[in-house]
């Protein structure tokens, strides 16, 4: 069966120190990968997705980056952490429409 | 532009209730609609979908929602609440052009005993 894993699960870090979060499938092959983020009260935000090796798509205009170094391994970063990068960051993956998504158990980032 | 709304940011409902929460979509062509359930902490959870034919589908836990095109909603409904379904939860749709889903903000469920 297919499993997702996502760590780590909480981070506190300062203002201006990097980030790196990351996330791996197993059981499965090619999965569409994407980073979103819920800030407190709000609603997901889409970041980033990817259907393949080396294909990131950005959502959104940010001082966060992602890449896919490997099939099943999805990795959000920064090189310079802001007090709004604070919340909980969420990976996901989907073999196709019909399946939904399937999330991991997400990242809760606290920037101080 | 594909969009989701949900209306109502939080509900209070007692337990053994039934429970209705509210999706509108806005897409063109016939969407793929999902619901997801958060608890506290974690990550989502898939309760349904519906891609086409039957417009009433079961999920987990309990839930069904109901697809109708003429009012553009798909409304998650359950007859007895239970105090373990408070939780966060997301109406989604499915853009195939974008290769993403959209969510709408969610609402909080709070079960009072």
């Known amino acids: 069966s297919q499993t997702i894993h996502q760590w780590p699960a909480t981070l506190v870090q300062p203002v201006g120190s990097p980030l790196s979060l990351e996330c791996t499938v197993e059981g499965t092959s090619n999965p569409n990968l994407y980073w979103y983020r819920q800030a407190a009260g709000r609603g997901l935000q889409l970041l980033f997705y990817s259907v393949g090796i080396g294909q990131i798509s950005s959502e959104v205009p940010q001082n966060?980056?992602?890449?896919?170094?490997?099939?099943?391994?999805?990795?959000?970063?920064?090189?310079?952490?802001?007090?709004?990068?604070?919340?909980?960051?969420?990976?996901?993956?989907?073999?196709?429409?019909?399946?939904?998504?399937?999330?991991?158990?997400?990242?809760?980032?606290?920037?101080? | 532009a594909q969009?989701?709304?949900?209306?109502?940011?939080?509900?209070?409902?007692?337990?053994?209730?039934?429970?209705?929460?509210?999706?509108?979509?806005?897409?063109?062509?016939?969407?793929y609609l999902f619901w997801y359930v958060q608890s506290p902490g974690q990550g989502l959870q898939l309760l349904l979908k519906y891609f086409s034919g039957d417009t009433l589908v079961q999920g987990i836990k309990g839930f069904e929602a109901e697809f109708k095109r003429s009012q553009s909603s798909?409304?998650?409904?359950?007859?007895?609440?239970?105090?373990?379904?408070?939780?966060?939860?997301?109406?989604?749709?499915?853009?195939g052009t974008g290769n993403q889903f959209y969510f709408g903000t969610g609402t909080s469920l709070t079960v009072i005993p």
């Open chain 2, 74 to 95: 798909f409304n998650l409904r359950k007859p007895s609440v239970h105090w373990s379904d408070a939780a966060e939860y997301f109406c989604a749709v499915f853009s």
């Open chain 2, 3 to 31: 969009s989701v709304t949900q209306p109502d940011i939080h509900i209070t409902v007692s337990e053994g209730a039934s429970l209705e929460l509210r999706c509108n979509y806005s897409y063109g062509a016939t969407p």
């Open chain 1, 64 to 112: 966060l980056s992602a890449s896919r170094p490997q099939d099943r391994q999805f990795i959000l970063s920064s090189k310079k952490l802001l007090l709004s990068d604070s919340g909980f960051y969420l990976c996901a993956w989907t073999r196709g429409t019909n399946y939904g998504y399937t999330f991991g158990s997400g990242t809760r980032l606290t920037v101080v």
